[in-house]
């Protein structure tokens, strides 16, 4: 299996006008690294930023963009993002932290250390992505394996860095909440201090094996607000008296075919389409239909969770659980029942189709 | 419920809450279930990859049992406005947890407060 990027991602890559490879030495380090200042300091996810999350860290209503339930997956990609959401709902699932590209959209703070050959971007769990900014390419692919954070190189262009990425594993072992990409995918990424305090990152990831598409997530960087990077050991709690974290089992991340379900019209998917509330809440989600398949978009999140037709009026996410829709005597659907994965179920109508 | 509740059984738990977190996904607590405890400090353990309150409760019997209570990491309440002195053995709390589901007697500090009632952490 090749761990360079394929003709698809070079292609795609050139495409977009953006360096697959830090070509020359000379374009590739900043010109005025004293103008770089501004990137001082730790940085927080904006949306994904920890005080948003209280005390235990689990408040919700994140939208991580990279997980990838908004990218073009095709049906063996999404067949993936099902076992990982389906894994990763396990409990006691230990997360090893986070790899690349999650740590470029976490719940972890991090740093730039920006210097003229590389630059080094360290993150709350001591992970550290080095990318090198002195003209080399990626290593030969006799000396070049997937790993959970990759081969990075970069070039800044004006105040612009580009870093190019290759031979990022999946690693369901290490962290189950990540995009089950191939070994192929190549990442571009162009990184810019837009305003003080506001870095802006464009990723374009292409995967030749899982993707149908270039899949491009914007994601913009905040200051966390604290003097200095508190790293975690990830060691050092030694009691026992309730042991949440354990390790995670070795060989339980199962990926079945995506089910193909029921064939349906355009005409009957268009009849469950609509926003629905849930009852006794003011929570309105939808259904939207994209082709010939549903897709469940949950509350204020662009995500679109593929839903697998049983019949007219059934569908399961590829996460599990069901969705029955429920119709009149006329026929037409006048709302819906939920049944989620850990068998707790949710009804109420529509608001809108 | 709220949203993310509703949304962690259908769309998969992972994005939206269970792991907002990266050292382990969030499932073995029940997060529909919010428990109040009141009780007093046996240890406040300021470490990675979660800080731990050992809380000491009574018990419907009046016997003492400990809880063990995960917070979110070092940094992160640290940025609440904690610190790793925020409590002391002895000092009496009241915490809310969303508790864990196998019925061990742990759980997720949702909030704590300290005895008059105040917030731990930066509104203190």
Redesign the interface.
Known sequence: MSRRPGLFALVAALAAAQPTHAAAATSCVPKDLAALAGWNGVWAVEG?D??D????????????KL?G?SAPWNDEGWARM?A???R????????G??GFP?MMD????FTFVVSPAQTAIIN??REVRTIYTDGRGHPPQEDAWPTNWGDSTGCWDGDTLVIDTVDVRFDPMF???APPLSDQTHFVERLRLVAPGRIENEMTVTDPKYLTAPWVVRLTYIP???DR??L????????T??Q???APPKDDFVVEPLEKGVALSVAQLDGVVGRYV?A??P?E?EFVRKEDRLY?Q????A?L?PMIAQSPLVFV?????E?RFIADASGRVTGFE?T???G?V?KGPRKTS | MDCKHWTIGIAGALLFAGSADAHHSGAMFDQMVTKTLVGTVREFQWTNPHCFIQLVVKDERGRDVEWSLEMTAPIHLMRLGWRRTSLKPGERITVTIHPLRNGEKGGNVVQALRANGKPIGAAA
């Open positions: 994904a920890a005080v999350q209280g005390l235990s860290g689990r408040n919700g209503g994140v939208e991580y997980i339930l099902g990982m959401l389906k990763a709902a396990a409990p006691n699932v230990k997360q932290g986070w999650m976490s719940f972890s703070e709350q769990y962290n189950i909440a966390a607000g604290i990077l508190v975690d050991a990830s060691q050092d709690r030694n009691d008296v309730i949440t974290i354990t849930i006794g809440t929570i989600f469940f949950p509350p204020g999140f995500a969770i996410p590829i996460a599990g659980g969705i939920a989620q994965p850990d707790t949710v």
